[in-house]
């Protein structure tokens, strides 16, 4: 199996991270201190993704990397090998992001003189919390909520990526730095647009069952939330989202694509 996919994909995803960090700082009005826990679960997340797609597509084309611009996969192998890194990555990230939203939404984030502590003091703190008062399960709180979020819009995400590079590049060429850029960068939009219906429904998933557990499930979360405060519910933080996806994926695809040339 080539491993040199996930490594481009770590690289790439801790990159488009760092840009994308002030954003997710944002994103919940939270605080989320220190770069080193997003930076060891992001870009995993990431290494599983571009990995698991790439050698996904080997599976199905019998075409690796280099030979894709030759002989171009069809999109509904781009489709179905997105849909498959896509599944395995949110399977790897549950916990991870878990842990994020948790300490996101926690809104003192440390210790004022003569408050009480936060309830979680760290991710690794935040872990064992979560570990010791909801078991094993616990921790993978709001992982069915991921793993529909991320399944088809991984999809979405390779097959605008690739469409977006067929269009403005030369048959059997590579794509120009910029045409990286605009096509990487579309792709993570169009990616979180689809996304962002279930994003908000995973996030209170994942809040859930803190104090009380308040759903029964995805669907019923779903309802409620509709129920209660419309359709537009699922709208929430679209602009945020997108504002986030064009720089962190231009980055992401751009460094995926050189690093991969550059080691042949
Ligand atoms: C849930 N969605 C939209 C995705 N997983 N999209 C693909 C990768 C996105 C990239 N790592 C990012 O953080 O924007």
Redesign the pocket.
Known sequence: MPVEEFVAGWIS?AL?LVL?HPFDTVKLLGFFKGMSFPIASVAVA?SV?FGVYSNTLLLLTATSHQERRAQPPSYTHIFLAGCTG?FLQAYCLAPFDLIKVRLQNQTEPVAQPGSPPPQYQGPVHCAASIFREEGYRGLFRGAWALML??TP??GI?FITYEGLCRQYTPEGQNPSSATVLVAGGFA?IA??VA?TPLDVIKSRMQMDGLRRRVYQGVLDCMMSSVRQEGLGVFFRGVTINSAR?FP??AV?FLSYEYLLRWWG
């Open positions: 995803g488009g994308g990431n993704l896509g979020r991320d819009t991984v995400y993570g990616s979180w996304a996806a962190v994926n992401t």
